[in-house]
């Protein structure tokens, strides 16, 4: 039944997926899917970022998150700057399987590239490097994430094993 709960809401994307956002089941998982991020405007303007999402075996249950990771290196406050994981309980402390959907982690995901104020618990913040910089030096971190966007760019066309993203897109 959970699986397919969770094929219902990847059908659901085709007519409700946040634009420049596209998002693909694995080939040999149903639970993990491969996306890719095109931001038009803002500081990341221009950068492509690959993430994946997993959906734990209780997906669906109350309180039970889905995971995203970026493959692509992400500059920015709300991504681990070693993990690459954006931390979806800070956004969803209480995830509730009746009211947020992959539809709600996609639309947080692109989000985090249009924030202009980092305000809140400052301490939550799973890169508290690139916080402190956005805080203390707006030039010093516009720089990081031009080098960020730019490093997107080169990797467009490499694609993680396994990622169903090079089968689909970036393939000619």
């Known amino acids: 039944m959970r699986d397919y709960k969770l094929t219902i809401e990847y059908k659901h994307l085709k007519q409700h997926c946040p634009v420049g956002v596209y998002l693909l089941p694995s080939f040999d998982d149903i639970r993990l899917f491969h996306g890719v991020v095109f931001v038009r405007r803002g500081m990341f303007t221009n950068g492509v970022f690959k993430f994946e999402l997993r959906?734990?075996?209780?997906?669906?249950d109350a309180g039970t998150h889905p995971t995203v990771k970026f493959t692509s290196y992400v500059?920015?406050?709300h991504v681990h700057p070693t993990t690459g994981e954006v931390d979806i309980k800070r956004e969803y402390p209480r995830w509730d399987s009746n009211r947020h959907f992959l539809t709600t982690v996609l639309?947080?995901?692109k989000r985090i590239f249009y924030t202009r104020e980092y305000q809140d618990e400052d301490d939550k913040y799973p890169n508290q490097e690139?916080?402190?910089l956005y805080k203390t030096d707006l030039e010093g971190f516009r720089r990081r994430v031009a080098e960020c966007v730019r490093e997107s760019q080169k990797g467009v066309y490499l694609n993680e094993n396994g990622s169903t993203v090079s089968d689909c897109f970036l393939s000619s």
């Open 75 to 77: 500059y920015n406050p």
């Open 130 to 132: 690139a916080l402190k």
């Open 107 to 109: 639309t947080y995901v």
């Open 55 to 60: 959906c734990p075996l209780k997906y669906n």
